[in-house]
């Protein structure tokens, strides 16, 4: 079938944001979304809208589901108008005055959504926030087990599935590919360890970047965080339960472009999420820290993205690989 070469341009009249948070997964995205959303010129839909990528089975996987001996899936090439629209109602009640913009942390690992969004009228900037490799890949694990996506140890999942949650740490590829697309003056490149460090030095230098001005946004915004780690309180009883029921994890996303949802409320009514409310109920999420990496796996994947991410600095114009390798440089 011929692919219609537009569809991924808005069409006339569908909004479309002026600017997107699209750094790495578990890299304080979250936050600086819900800082930047208390300001009264920045309109942020609630949750991460993934529209650009929607057809990368590899990042979203969950998007799509096999029932009845055919694929279902989203991609605005099946219904232009319905997709767009739907889209487009993500910034419905965004105010005339608004800076809109919109939060989805697959778009920087997915050179397709980069393209997609260069190809808009309108130029949206990026923002593109990237922590310490090591730590962020270690955080997605703990993220995948809590969800039912990991089913294995983190060096158990190193060893037998590394791109699960080694791929969204290969910034230097993945912002080489990005840069091709997107001049750099419509993209703010943010270190997690620095916005820690100086929260309000950073988000004036986003606010100056997204032209908001800095002293309309209420200071104690500053002291948010958002998407505080809940992990579950049997580790090893989260590995058994996933094992078992692998289903558990690609069910949270099966209906979120609400114009095709597959399912009515009735057969959402699953034996699937039976179990896992009964699981959760045993194994509950609490606020607790994760055991620390193990230092020889630190150490291991340390030395490997040192080397992957060689040229980092020149592209980013600062040594970042420094702050983040002090100890295994």
Same mark, same amino acid.
């Given at each position: 079938?011929?692919?219609?070469?537009?569809?991924?341009?808005?069409?006339?009249?569908?909004?479309?944001?002026?600017?997107?948070? @699209?750094?790495?997964?578990?890299?304080?995205?979250?936050?600086?979304?819900?800082?930047?959303?208390?300001?009264?010129?920045? =309109?942020?839909?609630?949750?991460? $809208?993934?529209?650009?990528?929607?057809?990368?089975?590899?990042?979203?996987?969950?998007?799509?589901?096999?029932?009845?001996?055919?694929?279902?899936?989203?991609? $605005?090439?099946?219904?232009?108008?319905?997709?767009?629209?739907?889209?487009?109602?993500?910034?419905?009640?965004?105010?005339?005055?608004?800076?809109?913009?919109?939060?989805?942390?697959?778009?920087?690992?997915?050179?397709?959504?980069? &393209?997609?969004? #260069?190809?808009?009228?309108?130029?949206?900037?990026?923002?593109?926030?990237?922590?310490?490799?090591?730590?962020?890949?270690?955080?997605?694990?703990?993220?995948?087990?809590?969800?039912?996506?990991?089913?294995?140890?983190?060096?158990?999942?190193?060893?037998?599935?590394?791109?699960?949650?080694?791929?969204?740490?290969?910034?230097?590829?993945?912002?080489?590919?990005?840069?091709?697309?997107?001049?750099?003056?419509?993209?703010?490149?943010?270190?997690?360890?620095?916005?820690?460090?100086? &929260?309000?030095?950073?988000?004036?230098?986003? @606010?100056?970047?997204?032209?908001?001005?800095?002293?309309?946004?209420?200071?104690?915004?500053?002291?948010?965080?958002?998407?505080?780690?809940?992990?579950?309180?049997?580790?090893?009883?989260?590995?058994?339960?996933?094992?078992?029921?692998? #289903?558990?994890?690609?069910?949270?996303?099966?209906?979120?472009?609400?114009?095709?949802?597959?399912?009515?409320?009735?057969?959402?009514?699953?034996?699937?999420?039976?179990?896992?409310?009964?699981?959760?109920?045993?194994?509950?999420?609490?606020?607790?820290?994760?055991?620390?990496?193990?230092?020889?796996?630190?150490? =291991?994947?340390?030395?490997?993205?040192?080397?992957?991410?060689?040229?980092?600095?020149?592209?980013?114009?600062?040594?970042?690989?420094?702050?983040?390798?002090?100890?295994?440089?």
């Amino acid at each position: 079938m011929e692919k219609d070469t537009n569809a991924w341009l808005a069409p006339t009249g569908e909004k479309t944001p002026d600017f997107i948070i @699209c750094g790495a997964m578990k890299s304080g995205t979250s936050t600086l979304h819900a800082i930047l959303n208390h300001h009264p010129d920045v =309109f942020i839909p609630e949750k991460e $809208v993934h529209f650009f990528d929607m057809d990368n089975i590899v990042e979203h996987p969950d998007f799509n589901s096999f029932t009845n001996r055919q694929w279902q899936n989203n991609s $605005v090439e099946n219904d232009r108008q319905k997709y767009w629209q739907w889209y487009s109602a993500n910034f419905s009640t965004a105010k005339a005055n608004q800076v809109v913009g919109e939060d989805s942390t697959t778009y920087l690992a997915s050179p397709l959504a980069i &393209k997609r969004i #260069a190809a808009q009228e309108k130029p949206i900037k990026l923002l593109i926030m990237l922590r310490n490799p090591t730590a962020r890949a270690y955080s997605q694990y703990w993220h995948m087990l809590s969800s039912g996506r990991a089913s294995h140890s983190f060096e158990n999942t190193l060893q037998y599935n590394p791109t699960s949650v080694l791929n969204r740490s290969l910034y230097y590829s993945q912002i080489v590919s990005l840069l091709r697309y997107i001049p750099k003056e419509q993209v703010k490149f943010i270190i997690f360890e620095e916005f820690l460090q100086d &929260k309000s030095k950073c988000v004036k230098e986003v @606010c100056d970047f997204l032209s908001v001005d800095y002293s309309e946004l209420p200071q104690d915004a500053l002291n948010l965080h958002a998407n505080a780690g809940l992990f579950p309180k049997y580790p090893s009883l989260q590995w058994i339960k996933n094992r078992l029921h692998p #289903a558990g994890g690609n069910g949270s996303y099966g209906d979120h472009f609400s114009p095709y949802k597959h399912n009515t409320w009735l057969n959402k009514l699953t034996w699937s999420k039976f179990l896992d409310k009964s699981h959760r109920v045993i194994n509950p999420l609490v606020s607790h820290k994760p055991a620390k990496m193990n230092l020889e796996t630190k150490k =291991f994947l340390d030395e490997y993205f040192i080397n992957e991410l060689e040229g980092l600095n020149e592209v980013l114009g600062k040594d970042v690989l420094s702050l983040w390798f002090k100890s295994s440089s």
